[in-house]
């Protein structure tokens, strides 16, 4: 993520401001330049990083939200203004459910800072209204009065808000033996799902994502079943990137596509801020297929020394995954795909097997 600054005054911001605390100009992320703007009223030329407040404002989930995207004004439209993160989500808890509405802004959060980072690398993001079929959408739901199942299917991503609450969330990552669990990670990893279909789409890559990963079509339920009966496979950390990853080659896939996001994002804000060499700061515009290397290099050593200030504040390892040889192939082939994805029109639907690889 980047570092950002009030175009009005120069005072430092966060992604998530809506407001310049120092000289009070309203703020709002502009999904297209991919920064924040200043919106300003009765502005007859808008100076670089300004947006004029008859033709701009904040998305219609402002408050529900707490969304800081911003929007065209639109005096003919019908309904409300949404923001293209926003407008992604097809479902969301009842207004009565109050605790749940708290855990959907949280999540509505960590799905802004997904897109931006998908964004950033050029990946495709078609909605349902684009695509019916197989386009993305996002059903953000409370499992208040019925079980919410997170995962991924056809392109929409369902989440339990109950991963909100950090009790809940801790005490699920303790059950089942996972060294980290965050809105943020389930995104990325179902987000990974999706573009499977996407980006694995020719004979050649899919051949390749056999050899890493293995076959796709193998029986997930099977899968699933074995997994939750008998725990991941002997020596799963030298193949995989976590144990849930020995599950299916689906999850392996998932998993590793989250992990790469991880690490580049993580690794961009520490350059954006100085807690990396500035030559780490990758190119956020294009993806070139030669950079893996580099970006691994920049990786390992702050991985350590970001895990190394965690404990000194007695907190666990930032980042407690260790990122084997075999692993690494596959995060390689992740931005391979990345960096070279099939023309628009060319993925594959997503398939009955990809609708069922996704369930956490």
Known sequence: MRDFACPSCGHQLAFENSLCLRCNTRIGFDPESVTLVAIVEDAQRP????????????????????CNWIVRVDEDASGPALCPSCALTRTRPTDDDTAALDAFAEAEAAKRRLLVELTELRLPVVSRDEDPESGLAFDLLSSRDRPVT?????????????????????????????????????FRHEIGHYYQSVLVASDESRARFVELFGDPEEDYRAALDRYYAD?????????????????????????????????????????????????????????????????????????????????????????????????????????????????????DPVSGRAEAASSR
């Open 150 to 186: 997170t995962g991924h299917a056809s392109g929409v991503i369902t989440l339990d808000l109950a991963e909100g609450d950090d009790a809940h969330r801790e005490q699920l990552r303790v059950a089942m033996a996972e060294p980290y669990r965050t809105l943020l990670g389930h």
């Open 231 to 347: 725990g991941p496979v002997a020596g799963w950390a030298d193949i995989h990137v976590s144990a849930y990853a020995s599950m299916h080659p689906a999850e392996d896939w998932a998993e590793t596509f989250a992990h790469y996001l991880h690490l580049r994002d993580t690794l961009d804000t520490a350059a954006e801020f100085g807690l990396a060499p500035a030559r780490t700061s990758l190119d956020r515009r294009r993806v070139e297929p030669g950079e893996f290397d580099r970006l691994i290099e920049s990786w390992l050593p702050l991985a350590w020394s970001l895990n190394m200030l965690n404990r000194s504040m007695g907190r666990p390892d930032l980042y407690p995954f260790v990122l084997a040889p075999a692993v690494l192939d596959k995060m390689r082939f992740v931005h391979a795909r990345i960096a070279d994805p099939p023309a628009p029109g060319g993925a």
């Open 47 to 66: 100076s670089d990083g300004e947006v004029p407040a008859d033709a701009f404002r904040l998305c219609d989930n402002m408050h529900l939200a707490r």
